[in-house]
C-alpha cells in the first residue's frame, strides 16, 4: 500500500474486555514497531519484530499485551483484560530494511478504556 | 541509561520570527538521530535523519544540525501551517540494532 494503515482508528472498550488492533506496514517493509503514545507525551516502544520474528518485546507493559506477525507482514497487537491505564494511541511503523532508521508512522488508534 | 530530552514543551511564535527547538540526548551508541513532525490525530511524519555530529539537513523553513550531545531544529520564518509537535527520536545501539527512544516534543503554535 501507499503508506502504513492502522483499524480500528478508534477502540471504546469496558475494562476488563480484550482488543486487538491490526497494522498494515508498507509493502515489502521488513520491520515493523510497535509504540503507545499517551496524551501529550512521546512514543514510547512497545516492541519489534523483524520479519516474523520477534526480535524484541522489552517495552511491554505487562503480560496482558501479547503481538505477532504472522506471515511477516500484517501485525496484530492484543491486549488482554484491558485496564484504564492502557487508554492511549498506539502507534505502528515499519523501515524498508533491519537497521533502517528512518520509520513510517501508521494514524494509530485510539484506544480508550472506560 | 539511555533517554531524549526536548525543549521547549511548547513554543508560540509570532509568523516571520524564527527560533530554535533543542533535543539533547543521552546514549550509548548513537546510530541516528531523527525528527518527526505530528499534527494531532495522526502518526509522526518523517522530517530529518543526522547520523554525525556536524551534520546538517534542510528542508523549506526547516534546518536539523547535530552535536556530540543534542541536537536543533531552526524554523526560520515560520508560517501557520508549521504548527504541529516536534518530536526528536534517537537510534541507538542494541542486541537487536533498533531501539528507538523519542522525546517528549515541542508543540508549536505559529500566530498569523
Known amino acids: 500500500g501507499a503508506g502504513v494503515s492502522q483499524s480500528p482508528r478508534y477502540k471504546v472498550a469496558k475494562r476488563g474486555q480484550d482488543v486487538a488492533l491490526r497494522c498494515d506496514p508498507i509493502?515489502?517493509?521488513?520491520?515493523l514497531f510497535w509504540y503507545q503514545q499517551a496524551l501529550g507525551q512521546g512514543p514510547e516502544f512497545l516492541t519489534y519484530?523483524?520479519?516474523?520474528?520477534?526480535?524484541?518485546k522489552s517495552g511491554l507493559p505487562s503480560d496482558r499485551f501479547f503481538a505477532e506477525r504472522p506471515e511477516g507482514s500484517v501485525s496484530t497487537l492484543k491486549i488482554q483484560r484491558t485496564q484504564q491505564e492502557d487508554s492511549a494511541v498506539y502507534l505502528c511503523?515499519?523501515?524498508?530494511?533491519?537497521?533502517?532508521?528512518?520509520?513510517?508512522f501508521g494514524p494509530g488508534t485510539r484506544l480508550l478504556v472506560l | 541509561e539511555d533517554q531524549v530530552t526536548q525543549s521547549p514543551e511548547a513554543l508560540r511564535l509570532q509568523e516571520g520570527e524564527s527560533s530554535s527547538l533543542n533535543c539533547s540526548y543521552t546514549?550509548?551508541?548513537?546510530?541516528?538521530l531523527f525528527w518527526y513532525r505530528q499534527d494531532p490525530g495522526k502518526g509522526p511524519e518523517f522530517l530529518f535523519t543526522?547520523?554525525?555530529a556536524g551534520e546538517e539537513k534542510e528542508k523549506e523553513r526547516l534546518k536539523a544540525t547535530l552535536t556530540k550531545k543534542e541536537s536543533f531544529l531552526h524554523i526560520t520564518a515560520p508560517k501557520p501551517e508549521d504548527s504541529a509537535t516536534y518530536l526528536c527520536?534517537?537510534?541507538?545501539?542494541?542486541?537487536?540494532?533498533?531501539?528507538?527512544?523519542f522525546g517528549t516534543g515541542t508543540s508549536l503554535t505559529v500566530i498569523p
Open positions: 527520536a534517537v537510534q541507538a545501539v542494541s542486541e537487536t540494532g533498533n531501539q528507538f527512544y
Open positions: 543526522l547520523y554525525s
Open positions: 511503523a515499519s523501515t524498508l530494511t533491519v537497521g533502517a532508521g528512518t520509520q513510517y
Open positions: 519484530f523483524q520479519n516474523e520474528a520477534q526480535l524484541d
Open positions: 509493502s515489502g517493509h521488513v520491520s
Open positions: 546514549v550509548s551508541g548513537l546510530r541516528g
